[in-house]
């Protein structure tokens, strides 16, 4: 009863084969395992076994039984034949005494008293048998009454052969249908209800038992009723009495369960043999096709198929599918709504009627006809299931139990031909494998002492450096000279007598050209008197040996070393939970020395360590995870600092121990608190500014923003955090804002662009974008800000100045159009009716009058044109500065307004764009207070301080409105023209007015150094 299971990650294909055609393995698996596939499958091993051993056992305790009954049979006999023959005895012995005292009477006298002695004696023993006896009947009584399935019988045949039954138990009614007491009166009607072609056969072994004296054993028919015959197992010993007498005990069984159960295993054994009779001598779909048809004579459904799960057990292919005896392959069944989809969980499925009321799926494969349906798992030796064998009947099927054992018999077949079809695609597959492995491969034949290479992967020429072609048919020796002195023939000698495989030599290889190689060997067994040989180089784990030795010696040097303190904490032992190592660093920030500390547990140098706290952390550490936390240590001295303790497992030996490192964290949670102060200094900052900011992660997703971003969208910025563009805006918008901000991820330059946006009422806002990209402590891009200028007013002020230029332009253009017609148009008409009276007249005094008015009229007209000129581009500007300028233009309008002009430039140029801005400005402002004021005086100061040029005008008029005059677009054109000269030299301006407070203008240049 002991269950054998070999679990390898290796193991010899051929001997595991040898193990199972011997019975000794019940599942061999070749297939990489993990941890719940082993489980599955040890679990339907152990499961499958079971129920195996459960059936045997039923036999077997079928078999006990039978044989318990044949034994207790002949003991019954025995007890009977030991009672007879003590009665014999008796009877003898009595004959014996009577003949005795006929000799004997005349001693009679003599041992009378001896005789009373023995008579006495004799009695007590008589008693002491019968009691014995009649025990013995009881006790068979008894047993006979209550024997399951049987009954027990005694009688005798009288010379004239008249049968007569003296005994019978209980449950002789129970097997013949007739009662105790008419078989006990009449034993013929037992032997009148035997079936008519079974009493030949019982009158035959009768005869033969009794002449050969010899048990009759015999299975008879039997008409219990009249519709029911049953099966009756007699077993009777005859034994021939002196007197002629024939006696008989015996006992009958109902075996009629077991015949229809041996009939029905008859049929299905019959059936069986009739379908592997027909199956043909081929392998694969062949063998499978083959198995398949003779399963559809044999059973005759309607429908068989075999198939296997496609698109995640959705759906089912066929690898055959029989209707009619027609054979169809490569049919998907969906396996939704049809039993097929409890069949692939590895269930039996068995529906003897009624299937398609449960299934609908099968419709449409049966056209609704399907009545019957019998599914069998095909399950793999792995316990998964590689598909089913099914098969529908149109009309309701009374032997399901015989057609479902019948598929399950050769579903076996099936599934070992799919496994063997997958075994050699892999036998294939690991071939390939060996051919183009790095370990060498070398199979070599023991002939004799000799050991000979008959095949070798090209590795294996590889370390030899020889063509593999010419290395077959070569001993081992000559191939590998150079392991003469390892022994290695010896020990492949030795695998291929015992069978026992050998792994792990090492050894040292000279190639030659002097390099030395390190190679592990593992030979193992194979047929035909061969040896497989896997030469692995190790020559890179020798180094790596050797460099972590090195290491070692490193680890301890950093240990003893270590910025950090280190601590090694015991978890078994009586130095469980305690400290059994430290760093100089530890005794160093906690001022003991080791000894003081080591012994003690972790916690005694802590300030409050919750032990709930404490069981949490044991059980991360148990569980293999690293864990770290925060938590205060206490010096010798007294004083506290914080420390940041990381812990893990660490195995040495089979010990577990804690491994802790200790760091100082002191300065880190200063640099914190501070970083903290700044953060903070930093969000005052942001939310101080009073321009909108925001920033976003690398994924170009919000991640916070400032109070004036929130009133600029409309939006909190917690309905911002962890969204992008494309849910804020609209798409237009949102697709070109993404474009920008991806390409200043990718190359991280910083971008200074005009972009609009839509305000919280949704108007456009034209405004300036800088973006800027922040990296992280890789200094790594982890996201970017972006700061937004709202220049809409700007930009509509641009509009208004732009368009008070051009209408300013066209109105000196049209000035200066009128002064021409106005002045110049009479003179030069008037100059040319002269010079036509002249080319007309031959009077002399006329043409001298005429050539008078001419000169006078160019005259007028070359002042008239230098007047103008002057107040296009006056000439003391350019030839004296703008000061001599001013004060020309002062002069002329000193009879309209009084004008207090100071400066302390005197002489000096400041270059001629400068000096033409003031003096236009100063203009401008000056025919502003005359056209609108209605001032009386005017303080005009020009004063240079160092590198700025200050400017102050003031009059003392009626002022005005400064909103309304500039939303009126016709009423401040000259302001506007005063402020677009300003920003063409750079300058800060300043208007100051209200209505009846005058009107100021202040304006700081800067000089060029």
Not at 830 to 852: F, N, Q, T, W
Request: net charge negative; charged share 25%.
């Amino acid at each position: 009863d002991i269950i054998r299971i070999l679990v390898t990650a290796y193991a010899d294909t051929e001997a595991a084969m040898q193990a199972i055609n011997k019975g000794q393995v019940y599942r061999f698996i070749t297939k990489p395992w993990n941890k719940n596939e082993l489980q599955i499958a040890i679990e339907n091993a152990f499961e499958a076994y079971h129920l195996k051993q459960q059936n045997q056992q039923l036999i077997e305790n079928l078999s006990k039984k039978n044989f318990e009954l044949e034994d207790l049979s002949f003991r019954l006999m025995v007890e009977v034949s030991e009672r007879r023959k003590v009665e014999e005895e008796l009877f003898i012995y009595k004959n014996h005494l009577e003949q005795l005292v006929a000799k004997r009477t005349e001693e009679i006298e003599n041992i009378n008293k001896e005789l009373s002695r023995y008579k006495e004696e004799l009695e007590e023993l008589v008693r002491e048998r019968s009691t014995q006896l009649m025990e013995s009947e009881q006790r068979l009584r008894t047993i006979s009454d209550n024997l399951p399935g049987g009954a027990i019988f005694r009688g005798y045949t009288k010379p004239d052969n008249t049968d007569y039954l003296v005994y019978a138990s209980a449950n002789i009614s129970a097997i013949t249908g007739i009662s105790r007491e008419d078989i006990l009166s009449s034993v013929g009607i037992f032997f009148n209800q035997v079936y008519p072609d079974d009493i030949p056969r019982l009158i035959a072994a009768r005869k033969k038992a009794i002449e050969q004296s010899k048990i009759l054993d015999e299975e008879i028919r039997f008409f219990r009723k009249v519709d029911d015959i049953r099966w009756l197992h007699l077993r009777i010993l005859y034994k021939n009495a002196e007197d002629g007498h024939i006696w008989w005990d015996g006992y009958v069984i109902d075996v009629t369960d077991r015949k229809k159960a041996e009939s029905a295993a008859k049929s299905l054994e019959n059936i069986i043999n009739q379908i592997h009779s027909g199956i043909s001598a081929h392998t694969g779909e062949k063998l499978i096709e083959s198995v398949a048809m003779k399963l559809f004579e044999a059973l005759q459904p309607d429908q068989l198929f075999i198939g296997q799960p496609v698109a995640g057990r959705q759906a089912i292919r066929t690898t055959i599918f029989i209707e009619h005896k027609n054979i169809r392959k490569n049919i998907t069944i969906p396996t939704k709504d049809t039993p097929c989809s409890l069949v692939l969980k590895k269930n039996t499925a068995i529906f003897p009627s009624g299937v398609r009321d449960q299934f609908s799926g099968l419709d449409t494969l049966t056209d609704s006809k399907a009545e019957a349906y019998v599914g069998i798992p095909l399950v793999n030796s792995s316990g998964n299931c590689i598909g089913l064998i099914a098969a529908i009947y149109f009309h309701p099927l009374e032997e399901e139990q015989r057609v479902a054992q019948i598929l399950e018999i050769f579903s076996v077949r099936i599934t070992a031909e799919l496994e063997r079809i997958q075994f050699e695609e892999a036998i294939k597959l690991y071939s390939d494998v060996a051919e183009n492995m790095q370990v060498a491969l070398n199979i070599f034949q023991l002939q004799g002492k000799t050991l000979s290479l008959i095949k070798a992967n090209p590795a294996a020429a590889k370390i030899i450096n020889t063509p593999l072609e010419t290395m077959v048919g070569k001993k081992f020796e000559e191939i590998y000279p150079q392991l003469r002195g390892y022994q290695v023939e010896e020990v492949l000698s030795r695998v291929v007598r015992t069978g026992k495989a050998h792994a792990n030599e090492e050894f040292k290889y000279f190639t030659n050209d002097g390099k030395v190689f390190f190679y592990s060997f593992k030979a193992f067994p194979l047929p035909n008197n061969c040896v497989g040989v896997l030469f692995e180089d190790i020559t890179r784990k020798k180094l790596a040996e050797q460099a972590i030795k090195e290491n070692e010696e490193r680890y301890k040097a950093l240990f003893e070393k270590s910025p950090n303190g280190i601590h090694l904490i015991s978890t078994s032992g009586t130095m469980a939970g305690k400290i059994i190592s430290v760093n100089p660093m530890v005794t160093k920030m906690l001022g003991y020395s080791a000894k003081e500390i080591i012994g003690k547990p972790i916690e005694h140098f802590m300030v409050d360590l919750h032990p709930e706290f404490r069981m949490q952390t044991m059980e991360k550490l148990m569980a293999g995870r690293t864990v770290i936390f925060e938590t205060t240590f206490i010096r010798k001295d007294g004083t506290h600092f914080p420390v940041e303790i990381t812990q893990s497992t660490l195995s040495l030996g089979n010990e577990i121990y804690i491994l802790g490192i200790d760091r100082d964290i002191t300065e880190l949670k200063n640099a914190q608190k501070q970083l903290q102060e700044n953060v903070h200094f930093l969000t005052t900052l942001l939310e101080t500014i009073p321009l909108p900011v925001v920033y976003k992660d690398k994924n170009r997703r919000f991640l916070g923003c400032n109070t004036e971003f929130e009133q600029l969208i409309g939006r909190k910025r917690e309905e911002l955090m962890g969204k992008t563009v494309f849910d804020i805006y609209p798409y237009e918008y949102a697709q070109r804002y993404d474009e920008a901000d991806r390409l200043l991820l990718e190359n991280g330059i910083t971008q200074k662009f005009e972009e609009q946006i839509l305000d919280a009422q949704g108007n456009i806002r034209d405004i300036i974008l800088t973006k800027a990209a922040f990296t992280d402590i890789n200094n790594e891009i982890a996201g970017f800000i972006l700061i937004l200028f709202d220049i809409t007013e700007r930009k509509n002020y641009e509009i208004r100045m732009l368009e008070t230029i051009i209408t300013t332009e066209e109105k000196e253009r049209e000035r200066f159009a009128g002064n021409l017609h106005d002045e110049v148009g009479p003179l030069l008409s008037s100059l040319k009716m002269y010079l036509s009276l002249l080319s007309e007249s031959e009077d002399k005094k006329k043409k001298d009058y005429i050539l008078g008015q001419v000169q006078n009229l160019i005259k007028e007209a070359i002042q008239t044109v230098r007047e103008i000129s002057n107040d296009l581009s006056p000439h003391i500007l350019n030839n004296y500065g703008c000061i001599a300028a001013i004060n020309s233009y002062i002069s002329l309008k000193s009879d309209f307004i009084n004008i207090h002009f100071q400066h302390n430039i005197e002489n000096k140029r400041f270059g001629s764009h400068l000096e033409t801005i003031i003096y236009r400005i100063t203009k401008e402002l000056i025919n502003n207070t005359l056209k609108h004021a209605e001032a009386k005086n005017v303080e005009l100061k020009i004063m240079e301080n160092g590198n700025m040029l200050s400017y102050y005008y003031h009059d003392d008029g009626k002022g005005f409105e400064m909103k309304d005059t500039f939303e009126n677009k016709s009423g401040s054109i000259g302001l506007l023209n005063i402020v677009s000269r300003v920003k063409t030299i750079n300058g800060k301006y300043q208007i100051k007015t209200a209505p009846s407070k005058g009107f100021t203008f202040e304006l700081e240049i800067p000089l060029k150094i």
